[in-house]
């Protein structure tokens, strides 16, 4: 009996710890992957491919209530002292995604590469954390049908810690796409979520062929935004692992972000300011250009580092 007394303990810690809730729509009871879920200031998580996350008052002990949102769906808040196991979303008819259904014929194309800025230096890269999503401008400059065939990420896989360089990682992004609403990000274009993984072996100009998802770029141009959403296991799988620790300071105890791998170069090289971020867990999410506006503080701004380097493959369709 006296053995049994500290597995049972151990048992319910486990448990106080991983306690998993389930995000579905409403009417399918379909699992809505990579949910979003807010703590209401500032911070927050995301669910995973299946809809899964995991959330403990152990892990968070100052949050009493969650704001459930995702794509299409209406925002659910939930006190955390009942959340139930299974959290249904409503449909928002009004935000339905539109059904894109593009017909591509064989025809004659050119491509046309724009290049991405790609360095290895730490001290000018941005530190990715699943509050903020990065977004990037790109204009149409031809008259012809312009097709996204792939997207370069300048990523910098190494630590600037020697000791950890070592250490494998394996992380996962999120890619959307929006119009141009006078000059910032605006309706989010009717495209899915397009989820994939950086890790550690990837090379520091990362491509991501989106081809298959067909997306052209509207005549006002288009931003392309990627925000990451945490490590994945050694499944490929979201990690549900607490995003934040806490610092003592002479204010009381401060939530810090964790920061993840890779880290994001941002250069000087490209005229104009055509990066702009935003915090995904507030509720406004408004879009804030990056520049001295942005921060006066900011390493990167001072520096003139304002915009991150991505570059594209264009497939030039003939009329």
Request: proline content about 4%.
């Amino acid at each position: 009996m006296k053995k049994l007394f500290p597995l049972l303990l151990l048992f319910l810690a486990q448990i106080t710890y991983s306690q998993q809730y389930t995000v579905l729509d409403s009417v399918q009871k379909t699992p809505i992957s990579y949910a979003t879920i807010s703590f209401g200031n500032g911070n927050g998580t995301f669910a995973d491919a299946d809809g899964n996350f995991k959330f403990s008052k152990k892990w968070y002990p100052d949050i009493d209530s969650l704001y459930i949102s995702a794509l299409s769906h209406k925002e659910l808040a939930l006190a955390t002292t009942s959340l139930p196991k299974q959290i249904l979303l409503a449909q928002d008819i009004a935000e339905l995604k539109e059904v894109v259904i593009t017909a591509e014929k064989k025809r004659k194309y050119k491509t046309k590469k724009l290049p991405s800025e790609v360095h290895n230096d730490y001290f000018r890269c941005w530190l990715p954390t699943v509050e903020s999503e990065i977004a990037v401008f790109f204009p149409k400059n031809s008259e012809k049908p312009t097709k996204i065939a792939s997207v370069y990420l300048p990523v910098k896989v190494e630590s600037s810690n020697k000791n950890a360089s070592g250490q494998s990682f394996s992380t996962l992004f999120k890619m959307q796409f929006y119009d141009n609403e006078n000059g910032f990000p605006g309706k989010r274009l009717p495209y899915e979520n397009i989820i994939f993984k950086v890790a550690d072996k990837d090379k520091s100009n990362f491509e991501l062929n989106v081809s298959e998802y067909k997306v052209y770029i509207p005549k006002d141009g288009v931003f392309i935004s990627i925000q990451v959403l945490g490590y994945a296991d050694k499944n490929g799988k979201l990690q549900q692992a607490k995003k934040y620790h806490e610092v003592e300071t002479r204010k009381g105890i401060v939530k810090v972000s964790t920061t993840f791998r890779p880290l994001l170069p941002f250069t000087n090289k490209i005229s104009g300011y055509k990066t702009f971020t935003r915090r995904v867990f507030y509720k406004n999410r408004t879009w804030q250009r990056f520049d001295r506006e942005y921060s006066k503080n900011n390493n990167l701004i001072k520096n003139n580092d304002t915009n991150y380097g991505m570059g594209l493959k264009l497939y030039l369709y003939e009329e």
